[in-house]
């Protein structure tokens, strides 16, 4: 088998996608996605221009040394732009490889090991009631992992005080029994993050995400020793950033992004190791991934034996309001279908048991909608200096 086709298509339905499609001489299509939030086209000239005419002629069920040789031949590795374009066509194969095995993804990476992935829900919101009243809807629907952030006008400010009286009185109104998730994202300093974990110790969190930007992991040390639990890893571009955190038992869940840490190829390596380390897996499903990178994490959640929690992109919150829970907001729905759905009652995503990812792209609708720049927020502090989002 040969790949006779590679092509990018950047595509916009209700946001910005890029997506890769690798064609084989025997018809065979796979799918993949390198979204890289903001700078989308960064990421479609490196796969149009260098990555993709490099894969024509090679065999496509080699998945491995296909890997090895668009992370090691460019001399400079990695890096956000190189990285999601790699992860693209790493999930693109895995979807190939599946298709011509006539096997859910989910058996190559050596077969189920739960019936779902449970998730956690974004429930955050002003203040505590509407924080408690969307923790109340997810919990109706099965849902028993939240995630609380307090966010208003000042998001992008760390207001200590404000996190730890919010979080609190959410806890007292929900009771011991959900399990609350915070999202700091980045934005403390390591002492800040110290004081913070040890404030919410009494809240019991299931984990603290990001509670410092991940550049020293040195950092972590500070923050460590505490009894809530650490979550880290969303931004890593390939799976050595994650490798001292792991090893040094600094984090407690690795937050792989598939589509920017090298793929399903390199998240289940490093899922290995964290298992080794006794550290779950908490993977990154924020609201700019497609189905596609969605199906392909859930795939990877359902065969770890290390699994953690999934987070369930915001855009994909079901709507509680029906009976049938419509995942994706109706655009994406024009252009992508199956894929990972939420299992009624469990308050976990599964996926069809069918070749590949299991999921089908529209390229002619695909094609209809035309990439729109979407800057990304630039926030800054009350002195007018910059400040992290
Ligand atoms: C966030 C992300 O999901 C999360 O935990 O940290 O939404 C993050 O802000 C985005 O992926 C950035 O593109
Ligand atoms: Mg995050």
Redesign the pocket.
């Known amino acids: 088998m040969e790949l006779v086709d590679a092509e990018v298509i950047t595509t916009r339905p209700g946001r910005n996608y890029v997506l890769v499609r690798l064609e084989t001489d025997v018809g065979l299509v796979g799918w993949g996605d390198a979204t890289l ?2 700078r989308e086209k960064a990421v479609e000239t490196a796969l149009r221009d260098h990555v993709l005419p490099e894969l024509l002629g090679k065999d496509p069920r080699r998945i491995e040394d296909v890997w090895q040789s668009v992370f090691r031949h460019t001399y400079w590795r990695g890096g956000p732009v190189l990285n999601t374009a790699l992860s693209g066509v790493d999930v693109a194969l895995w979807d190939l490889k599946g298709k011509a095995a006539e096997m859910p993804v989910y058996d190559l990476l050596g077969g189920r090991t739960r019936e779902y992935a449970s998730v956690y829900e ?1 429930c955050g919101g002003p203040d505590a009631e509407t924080i408690v009243a969307n923790c109340e809807a997810a919990l109706d629907h099965g849902i028993e992992h939240l ?1 609380v952030n307090p966010h208003g006008e000042s998001e992008e400010y760390l207001d200590l005080d404000a996190v730890v009286n919010v979080v609190r009185r959410v806890r007292e109104e929900l009771g011991r029994e959900p399990n609350l998730l915070l ?1 700091v ?1 980045g934005r403390a300093t390591p002492v800040e993050a110290a004081r913070l974990a040890r404030r919410l110790e009494d809240v019991g969190l299931f984990f603290l ?2 509670p410092v930007r991940p550049e020293n992991p040195d950092a972590l040390e500070t923050v460590r020793g505490s009894g809530t639990p650490l979550a880290v890893g ?1 931004l890593a571009t390939d799976p050595w950033e994650q490798l001292p955190l792991v090893e040094r038992e600094l984090i407690d869940f690795v ?1 792989a ?1 598939v589509v920017h840490v090298g793929g399903i190829t390199a998240a289940d390596k490093l899922a290995a190791v964290a298992e080794l380390h006794h550290v779950r897996t908490a993977f ?6 497609s189905p596609i990178v969605l199906a392909a994490t859930v795939h990877l959640d359902l065969s770890l034996a290390n699994f953690g929690v999934q ?1 369930l ?2 855009y994909a919150r079901p709507s509680y309001d029906r009976e049938e829970l419509p995942l994706w907001n109706p655009e994406v729905h024009d252009v992508f279908s199956g894929g990972a759905t939420l299992v009624d009652e469990t308050g976990g995503l599964d996926v069809p048991d069918e070749p590949g990812l299991g999921v089908t792209v529209d390229v002619e609708r695909a094609r209809e909608f035309e990439y729109e720049s979407q800057p ?1 927020p630039s926030p800054r502090n009350p002195d007018g200096s910059v400040a992290d ?1």
Not at 284 to 289: A, K, L, R, T
């Open positions: 939030n903001g974004h995630r999202d994202h995400e990001d969303e937050r992004d990154h499903g924020p609201s700019d991934i987070e992109p915001e990304l989002w």
